[in-house]
């Protein structure tokens, strides 16, 4: 994520080590504590959500964002999001940490609908989110609650999610397909890569992994993945959205493709929402024939 802030990102989690390392089990302390609402409040600013904006490579259009994580800790600065996740999803603050996403982008979509600003936003879930539907009665209550329609949110899963337990996660995506919330399967090409999830899940929308986006204007292999995966989501009637995009040499392969939407740094930065509020006054399609 944003380059000024990884030099004093730290790995928190060395993922060989499967057990409850006391430098873990302080981290998940941490965590905890800053979740907890009686301790800090939602503004404190140590847990933030950013936002990345998706263009619709086309025309150009702002599709919508992607909510990404930020953790500032006290005394460990910036913590890398992944590394976080990894160490979550191990204990039971995995669902207080989702909790608390969900709804500061519910709420932060009731703000830019207020502002008169139409976007949609995709949250990242875990694995263990998706094994109860206890997540889906929290998205009801909140879009209810702020008055955000279904359509505003989407969410973004991982094939590893539906490996741990693929009865208990298609009857909860299932829930949300019936309340009207999009589902996106992410990393496409890294894990299993199912031909069955593709075909068998409610899904609207695949994301190409970064690591075949950011080689494909370099590499044969990275380049054929891609097109590939455009070409079988597109069979499916799929959406395919390229994550990772730095530069304009990818754009115009992306675009040459067929590839639908695009997100990457070449656009812009994950950013909080009043930086993201500036960005999207300044924006100006690229010239789609160019
Ligand atoms: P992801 O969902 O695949 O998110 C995309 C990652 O790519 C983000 O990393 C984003 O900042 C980064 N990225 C965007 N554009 C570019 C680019 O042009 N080049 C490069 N090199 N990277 C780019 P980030 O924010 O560090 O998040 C890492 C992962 O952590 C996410 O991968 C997601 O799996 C997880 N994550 C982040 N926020 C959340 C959250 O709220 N909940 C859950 N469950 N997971 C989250
Ligand atoms: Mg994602
Ligand atoms: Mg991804
Ligand atoms: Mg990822």
Redesign the pocket.
Known sequence: ??AKHRRDTVVVYAPESDHNTPERLSLLGDLRRALDPEVAAPDAGEIT??Y?PQIEIQTGAVVGV?????WRHPKRGMV???E??KV??QSAV?RL??RR?VDDVVEQLAKWQAAGVCLRAA????IR?LHTLEIVDQIRERLTRFAVSPAQLQL?I?EGALMADPRRVLATLSELAKLGVAVAL??FGTGYSSMQHLRRLPLTEV?V??SFV?GMATDADDHAIVRTVIDLAGALGLRVVA????DERTWRLLRSVGCHVA????YA??MPADELAEWLGRYRPLNPSS
Request: hydrophobic share 35%; charged share 35%; proline share 5%.
């Open positions: 994520y944003d959500m950013y990345q992607e909510a990404l994580l930020r890398d999001p992944e976080l996740i979550a999803e995995m940490l989702t996403v949250v990242n879930v875990s989110d973004e991982t992410d990393d994301k992994d970064r950011l994550e990772g995009v730095e997100q990457g740094w070449f930065r994950p």
